[in-house]
Structure formats: structure tokens, C-alpha cells
């Protein structure tokens, strides 16, 4: 038994009340609680209906969401692919481009004050010397 009652009880012990107006008051006691138990759980549920409601909208809005933005992502996804492949083709372009200009440049005579054009026909004359010397025995 809850405090309430056995307070009622003790009043009717010590003869302070009849035992019908115990019973009334026991009554009344128990409704109130019972009341405030039943208002407390449709409380409970209607909250629980509310969080339930909260959550499946939620979940709406992230799908719609999710549905109306992939699209874009897609998109962007593919202009960023083609726009790299683009500027990739440029790149091979330019260093073919380079590549060939110093093979040219190379493959031309030397216009320069530098002295490689001697160097150049130093290393012929060598080369054409040892050509020349192959044939000719050594002396030992």
C-alpha cells in the first residue's frame, strides 16, 4: 500500500474518521492515481506518435533530397571527368610539341660562340681516325 492509504487507515485507528468516509477517501485516493497514471501514458504515446511522425518525415525529406541532388553530383562528376581528360590531351600535346623542338634543335648545327661546333668536329676527326687506323697494323 501507498503512504496515502495507510494514513487514511491510522485515521480511522485512532477514530478520527468513520470507515465509510475511509473508504471514500480511499476511493478518491485511487482515482487520482490511477487518472494521473492514464493521463501520464497518453502523454507518452501521443509523444511517441509525434517522435514516429518526426522520424518518417524526416526520412521523406533525406530521400527527396538524396533524389533531386544525385543528378547534380553526376553531372558535376562528369563535367570535372571531361574537363581533365581535356586538359590531359593538352598537356601530351605541348610535351610532344617540346619534345620535338629539342630533338630538332639538336639534330641542327650549333650557331653559338661556344666552341661545341669544334668539339663536334674534334670527336669526327677522331672517330674517322680510328676508322683509318683499324686497317694500319700497330707498332709495338
Known sequence: MNNEKLMVLKLVDDGKITADEAVKLIKALGNSASEREIDLEDKLNRFSQSVDCFAKDSKERVENFAKDVEPRFKNVAKVVIEKTASMVDDLSKVLKETVANINESVDKECNCD???????????????DEDENKDEPRAN
Open 114 to 128: 661556344c666552341g661545341c661546333e669544334e668539339e663536334k668536329q674534334t670527336d669526327e676527326t677522331k672517330v674517322e
